[in-house]
């Protein structure tokens, strides 16, 4: 919205949200989120036509176009709990919508859904004996933390999907005359509603399959002799195949990628296209094996005990430029590293608060420590999680020295110079590569 408002002078943007607490932030110098570049933006745009209210009913009633943002978790109870989207939030949004819009309104689906979810916003929205008429587009966000802003001021596409009908295809060209205002005509793209919502769903089942499949190359590697960094840069120069999304890691992360898999598995389910539904389910399974062989990679290294053993965790946050943990491998990973009794020492630039909440049930053997040199003091291994830029800046003799010995580092990104870690004493082991030992 933040974007919209600075692209779009001419329209007044107003966001609104239940929480207090959260529009304050918004309304502040300390935005409740860290996103590269949006504080300047929001600081551009806030008070003149970007506006952030808990007014919502009134701004309801004031509004032409309406983006439904809400959360829309995984379901954790019930029918389809673990897989099926919980649309709560959804529906007592369309409620009220309902109960304050005294005008027409274009009702524009943001927040990611299952397929024909417009159907059910449209039964509420035109329920009851309220005369106003609703149009219901898809709008999905194909943007990514981190680079949010560049995605969404030089987005490789704008989706909007709308019923074909003189009203729905009036109430798209009104959303396409927003983003028309700086995206060029050729990267907006129209569809059909369930369309458009499956397109969401789809294109982060596959970002997401490509990672589980660099993931399995790993494991193959690592056993015999090949480079996955290598075998991906082969395979990412073909132009059929591109080059983005092939990075090996210890498993991917972010409020999205499971949901929307596990969302598209409950789908094919609901249609009986079981073998289709365990191809997907895959992707996710496959990512849970590769937070385990991470660990078990230390273990075994570390001579099969962690037990009162120190370990530096570089980086909480699920991808780097964000203070983010949500389904962060880190959760995963830190939280077996103490079952082994490890003690974690662990550091991040962003993200500390938000690990400090995600391990609040945890009553000891962690610290968290905003500087690494700390963060390695007597330390037996380094266990990288997130590849924030700032770690390879760091001074590796400083670190070894200050580390027992032997000393580990576990590059779960491959982020690092490994020859010179190793040069300086490190037994190095990255992800998809043989190991450089001393021992
Ligand atoms: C993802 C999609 O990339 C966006 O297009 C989408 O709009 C967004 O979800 C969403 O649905 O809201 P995001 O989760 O912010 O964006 O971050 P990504 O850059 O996709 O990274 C996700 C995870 O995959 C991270 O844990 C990252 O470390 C991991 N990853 C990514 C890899 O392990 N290897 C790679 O090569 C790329």
């Not at 379901?75 to 005008?103: C, H, P, W, Y």
């Not at 070894?400 to 576990?410: H, N, S, T």
Request: glycine share 6%; net charge negative.
């Amino acid at each position: 919205m933040t974007i919209i408002a600075s692209k779009c002078p001419d329209y007044k943007v107003t966001v609104v949200d239940i929480s207090e607490e959260r529009i304050n932030a918004w309304n502040s110098d300390e935005l409740p989120i860290f996103e590269p570049g949006l504080l300047e933006r929001v600081l551009k745009a806030r008070g003149k036509n970007l506006f952030f209210s808990t007014e919502i009913d009134r701004c309801i009633d004031e509004a032409d176009i309406i983006f439904v943002s809400v959360n829309t978790p995984t379901k954790m109870f019930g029918e389809g709990a673990g897989k099926a989207v919980d649309l709560q939030f959804i529906e007592q949004t369309a409620r009220r919508i309902k109960e304050n819009a005294k005008s027409n309104k274009i009702v524009v689906e943001k927040s990611t859904i299952p397929v024909r979810a417009a159907e059910t916003l449209a039964k509420i929205l035109h329920s009851g004996n309220n005369s106003v008429q609703f149009e219901i587009l898809s709008n999905p966000e194909f943007m990514a933390e981190g680079t949010g802003v560049r995605d969404m001021e030089a987005p490789d596409r704008i989706l909007i999907g709308s019923m074909d009908t003189p009203s729905g295809l009036a109430a798209r060209n009104i959303l396409m005359d927003v983003y028309l205002h700086w995206v060029p005509k050729e990267r907006l793209i129209t569809t059909n509603l369930w369309s458009s919502e499956l397109s969401k769903l789809v294109s982060n089942a596959f970002l997401a399959q490509r990672i589980s499949s660099i993931n399995t190359i790993a494991s193959i590697c690592e056993v015999t002799g090949a480079d996955v960094t290598e075998v991906s840069r082969a395979v990412g120069m073909d132009s059929r195949i591109g080059a983005k999304f092939l990075n090996a890691g210890p498993g991917f992360g972010g409020s999205c990628f499971r949901k929307d898999i596990l969302n598209l598995v409950y789908l094919c389910e609901y249609y009986q296209l079981n073998e289709i539904a365990a191809f997907w389910e895959q992707v996710v399974s496959l990512n849970d094996y590769q937070m385990e062989r991470f660990v078990k990679r230390i273990l075994q290294a570390m001579f099969n005990t962690l037990v009162g053993k120190k370990l530096a965790v570089f980086g909480f946050a699920f991808k780097p430029d964000t203070g983010d943990t949500r389904d962060a491998p880190a959760i995963y990973i830190c939280k077996r590293l103490l079952e082994e009794k490890a003690f974690l020492n662990i550091t991040d630039p962003h993200a500390l608060n938000n690990a400090r909440k995600d391990l609040q049930d945890i009553e000891e053997g962690v610290d968290f420590i905003e500087d690494p040199y700390q963060a390695v003091e007597g330390a037996h291994g380094i266990a990288l999680i997130t590849e924030w830029d700032s770690y390879k800046k760091l001074d590796y003799q400083k670190i070894f020295d200050k580390m027992e010995k032997p000393a580990f580092i576990f590059d779960g990104r491959n982020h690092l110079d490994h020859k010179a870690l190793y040069e300086i004493g490190f037994n190095v082991y990255p992800i998809g590569k043989p190991a450089l030992k001393h021992l």
